[in-house]
Every structure is written in C-alpha cells, then in structure tokens.
C-alpha cells in the first residue's frame, strides 16, 4: 500500500515537471518573438494573449518618456508652491549686482571726501623758568607763563581742499584754537573790537579755484599772516618760543586773498583785508599787500612781501560782554573817535629758507616798518631781522639756533625805544612722528633796564629755561 502511494507522488512529481518545461518554452518563445521588430509585427502572427502583452508593453514605455520629460523640465502643473515665509528670498543675479553697486558707489563717495578732507589735532604745552622770577615773561608770544605748568594751545584743523582732476574748484578750512595763546592772538582786546566772538576762530576761510591760466585761487574769511618766517604751530617752527618778529609783525588778516602760480618758480599773492588783527574793520579803510613768493631751487624759496594800511580806530572799544548802549549787537563800539587817525602803516618783509643738505638747514629775515598815528606825526620804526640755523644729528635728534636783533625806534613794539637781542638754542627729541620734546634755552637782552624781576627794580637781561612738549595727529601733509 505504501509502495503504491509512492508510485502515485512519483507520477504526478514527472507530470509536474513536463508542465513547467512546458511553460517555460512558450515563455522563451513569447520573449523572443517581442525582441523582433515591433513594426512589422501583425495581430495576425500573434496569438490574443501576446498582442495584449505587446501593447502593455508600448503604453509602458510611453509613460516612461512622458514622466522622463516631466523630471527634466517640469511643467506647471507639477511644480511645487511653497510658502514664501518657510523659505529665505533669494535675490536675483541683477538684483543682487545692483546692491553691490550701490554699496560700492557710496564707498568711493565716502573715499573720495577723506582723499581731500583732514581732521587734524595738535596740542602743545610747556613748564617754563625766569632767573629773573617775575610774574611774566616781557615780550614773547606764547611762552609767557614762569613757574607754571602751561597749556599753550589746543587746535583743532578742519580742512578740504580742491580738487581740479576731479572737477571740484572749491575748498575751506577751519581752525579752532583753545588755551592761553588764544590772548596773544585773537582773544586779545588790543587786537579785535569784540574779542569773545572770535576768540576760538584762528583761521576760517572759504577756496574757489576760477579757471584763468594755472589757476586762480581766491580765498574769503579769516587766514593767518604771510609776513615773518615763523608761524603758528609750534611743529612746523625751528624753535620752540617765538622770535621778537612773530610778536610784533600781523597774527592774521580778514578779507579777499588771491594766488596765482606764474610757473613752478613764481607765485604771486595779493590781499584786500580789513587791516592788521581786525577780523571786524576797524575804521572805513581797506588794507593791501602784496606777496611775492620765488623758488629758484627745489631747496631755496624766497618771499618778498609789502603790507600798506590804515591802522587806526576809528572809535571807542566797547568790549563784550556788557549791555549794548545802543539797540544793537553787544560789544559794537557806537562812539566816535574825531579826528580819525589817518596815518598809514608800511611793512616791507623778507625772508628766505634754504635746505643746505637734508640734515642741515638756513634762514633768515629782514624787516623795515613805519607807521605814523597821522599823517603829520613823528614815524616810529621798527627794523632788525634774524637768522636761523638747524642741523639734524639723527633722526630723532636736532639741534637749532636763533639770533635776532631788533630796533624799536618810538616805541612801537614795546612801548620804548630800544635794541633788542634774543639769543636761543633749542634740542629737538622726536619721539615719534607726532609726538615731540623741546628743550630749549633763550637770552633777551636791551640796552635799556626794561626786564622785570621779583624785587624792584629793571633788568637789561632775561633768561628763560624752557621744557615745551608737542602733539599732533591728522593726514595734512607739510606745515599746518
């Protein structure tokens, strides 16, 4: 029984397998019959089953390239639309170079103002010592300070120049200056009808460059002094104090001033002002000078300068601050002077500066003035000069010299008629570009007993010992 059992599951096992052979040769047959040509395929060669399968298969491969061409360049229908506040905007290509543009644009305009526009600071400040020990030192500028810690000045320079390449005529400066410099200069009531007005102001001008020849280039406002050497900023200078010339020659002038280059070796200046430290007039009349600036060489310049006026005031100081005496600003003088002073001011001013080598370097100075209070007055001259010398032992390390002769005939620069001498020796130590220390030694001497002291009594003689430190910071090249 079990054998025949056997024999049966035998039977159906062989019966199993020819019908899969069987299958699987109308399989091949079918597969090979589809790898032929398609076209030229008929329903008629193919049985019902074969052609079902065959257009199964062309539908297939259609959908294929239809969904082929959707992933490559998807059409409307199929782009997905998100919300524009889940993703970040993305600038587009010419959105994004305009911006740069634009920033670029703004960059070169802020480049282009500090190409031409400095802001410039210095500060000076000085412990001095009298032998004599009197209150004051006679006859200096800005060393005037014994035994005292002293802030000379602290200014502050605001300056754009023009600029022809870039089509810009026009410039102006400003000069703010603070400290006890600020009486000798324009804080002075023998120099301004209203000094608290101007006190801080020591230059402000406005430049326009008109376009005849070189160049034309006319100034208008309040402008430092082209007479004497010597200036105001104390790191431009050979020596730290001031000489006789600088105290008694114009600090600055308030009124047209014109410049013309000729060539590269001549310069001319003219100016229509209102007179010698008169930032407002001080009478009707109308002061002139001429400038004549020549550099023969690189290393030589040469000035030759004529200043003319009506100097005299023409009524009383009313100075501010006080209740104005009549409906008008405070401090503007109302009375009258009569007569009016009508005696002219002559000075005739040279000097020159020649760099010998780059470490050693010259200079000199020459002045005759005259002035009469009127025109039927007795003169009073001022004549002398001075001569300077400078060597440069290292590059931090200088040392200068000064002698300086003056004659004041009628008393009119220091109220008597004397010879006056000063004698200076001056070390220079740069610390750095910036920063500088001045040690400095000076002898003023007269023929007249005319210097204080602390006891009783004149002196012919002053000796001063000076320590005098200097910074400044700013991009404006050459002398301030």
Not at 162 to 174: I, Q, T, W
Not at 198 to 210: D, I, N
Request: net charge positive; hydrophobic share 35%; proline share 4%.
């Amino acid at each position: 029984m079990q054998s025949t059992k056997l024999k049966i599951l035998f039977l159906i096992a062989i019966i199993c397998c020819l019908s899969i052979k069987n299958v699987y040769a109308q399989e091949q047959q079918l597969t090979n019959s589809l790898l032929k040509d398609t076209s030229k395929v008929t329903n008629e060669e193919l049985s019902e089953r074969e052609v079902l399968l065959l257009n199964k298969v062309t539908e297939l491969e259609k959908r294929l390239v239809e969904l082929e061409k959707k992933i490559i360049q998807p059409s409307e229908s199929t782009q997905i639309v998100l919300d524009e506040k889940t993703l970040p905007k993305v600038e587009k290509p010419n959105e994004v170079t305009a911006k740069e543009n634009t920033m670029l644009s703004e960059d070169l305009d802020v480049l282009k103002f500090f190409k031409d526009t400095t802001i410039n600071l210095t500060l000076d400040g000085y412990y001095g010592y009298n032998f004599n020990r009197p209150r004051a030192n006679l006859l200096r500028a800005y060393d005037v300070a014994q035994n005292s810690f002293t802030l000379s000045q602290a200014a502050l320079i605001l300056e754009q120049t023009p600029n022809l390449e870039e089509g810009r005529r026009f410039g102006a400066r400003l000069d703010l200056q603070f400290g006890s410099a600020t009486e000798t200069l324009q804080g002075n009531a023998n120099n301004e009808l209203r000094p608290q007005v101007y006190r801080h102001v020591l230059q402000a001008y406005g430049t326009y460059v008109f376009p005849i020849g070189s160049g034309l280039t006319l100034d208008f406002g309040k402008f430092t002094s082209a007479l004497g050497i010597e200036g105001n900023y104390n790191k431009d200078q050979i020596n730290y104090s001031r000489s006789y010339f600088f105290n008694f020659l114009p600090f600055y002038h308030t009124g047209f001033r014109s410049t013309y280059n000729v060539n590269s070796k001549l310069t001319l200046t003219h100016w229509l002002v209102n007179g010698v430290q008169q930032t407002e007039d001080f009478n009707g009349f109308k002061s002139q000078a001429l400038i004549i600036n020549i550099k023969p060489k690189e290393n030589i310049s040469f000035n030759l300068n004529y200043y003319t006026g009506l100097e005299g005031r023409d009524s009383v100081a009313n100075l501010n601050p006080t209740f104005p005496s009549l409906p008008t600003q405070p401090g503007l003088p109302t009375q009258s002077i009569n007569p009016v002073p009508r005696g002219r001011l002559h000075i005739l001013d040279s000097y020159f500066t020649w760099n010998v080598t780059s470490k050693l370097t010259l200079a000199g100075e020459l002045d005759y003035v005259i002035s009469r209070v009127n025109t039927f007055s007795a003169p009073m001259r001022v004549t002398g000069g001075a001569a300077y010398l400078r060597y440069q032992f290292t590059p931090k390390v200088a040392l200068a010299l000064r002698g300086v002769y003056l004659s004041d005939r009628g008393g009119l620069f220091s109220g008597v008629t004397q010879a006056l001498k000063d004698t200076t020796f001056t070390l220079d130590y740069k610390f750095a570009e910036g920063f500088l220390m001045r040690a400095e030694y000076r002898r003023d001497f007269s023929n007249q007993a005319f210097f204080l002291t602390n006891k009783e009594g004149l002196k012919k003689e002053q000796n001063t010992a000076t320590l005098g430190l200097v910074w400044w910071f700013g991009r404006k090249g050459g002398s301030w």
